[in-house]
């Protein structure tokens, strides 16, 4: 069953009196389960169109369609519901909270939805302990290093049971083994999880672990 659907998008930004053109016409489609890898030079409009397709930016034409619901011209209220409890966001720096420890920093999506503080407290705990991180449940992020810090931000993203995960260049930050360490977890929770994802990267050989590659360059997805 297709979960995600992007019909004849194009994005383009104002500059002053002129115009720049990052995506020309695309179409899209991710099923349920399905984790694909889009790969591209800098420039080439990855970051715009995962912002498009977690509907957290409006393309300047086209329809996105998320559980055959037509989200293009959704209100700000109901985008903001299918981000919190659909869609996972994995960024290339974590954006952890530096003032709250790890098993809060994963809680605290949870703790906007409809759950108790004990519920969310346990999932995340859980979480953290898939993800190799037990021991440091009550550390700050200050005291992570960078792999451990990308791991409490998948576990920030799983919180919510979210049916897409999409990542953006999550591994830039990282050396090699980390790197491949951080692309086979988040291919692992997807898998066990039966969740689909978008993953933007640079690597190609990471890449290539996912269902399909696919590439972006001069506005076009091949």
């Known amino acids: 069953m297709t979960l995600l659907r992007l019909e004849n998008i194009s994005k383009t930004f104002k500059q002053g009196e002129s115009s720049l053109g990052v995506l020309d016409d695309i179409t899209f489609t991710l099923e349920e389960g399905e984790i694909i890898a889009l790969v591209g030079p800098s420039g080439s409009g990855k970051s715009t169109f995962l912002s498009i397709a977690g509907l957290l930016e409006n393309p300047s034409s086209g329809k996105i369609y998320f559980n ?44 906007l939805l409809d759950k108790s503080e ?23 992020p200050s005291e992570l290093s960078g792999g451990e810090q990308q791991r409490v931000a998948i576990a920030r993203s799983l919180i919510n049971k979210p049916q897409l995960i999409l990542a953006d260049e999550p591994t830039g930050n990282l050396d090699n083994a980390n790197a491949e360490k951080v692309i086979n977890i988040i291919i692992k929770q997807a898998r066990e999880r039966k969740l689909s994802a978008i993953i933007v990267t640079h690597n190609v050989e990471l890449a290539g672990k996912t269902d399909k590659v696919m590439t972006i360059r001069d506005g076009k997805i091949f």
């Open 118 to 140: 004990n519920e969310v407290k346990e999932e995340a705990i859980i979480l953290l302990d898939s993800l190799g991180l037990k021991e440091r449940l009550n550390s700050m």
């Open 68 to 111: 055959d619901r037509d989200c293009s011209k959704s209100s700000d209220r109901l985008r903001t519901k299918i981000r919190r409890e659909s869609l996972g966001f994995i960024y290339q720096f974590h954006h952890l909270l530096p003032e709250f420890t790890a098993l809060e920093n994963v809680m605290i999506p949870g703790m």
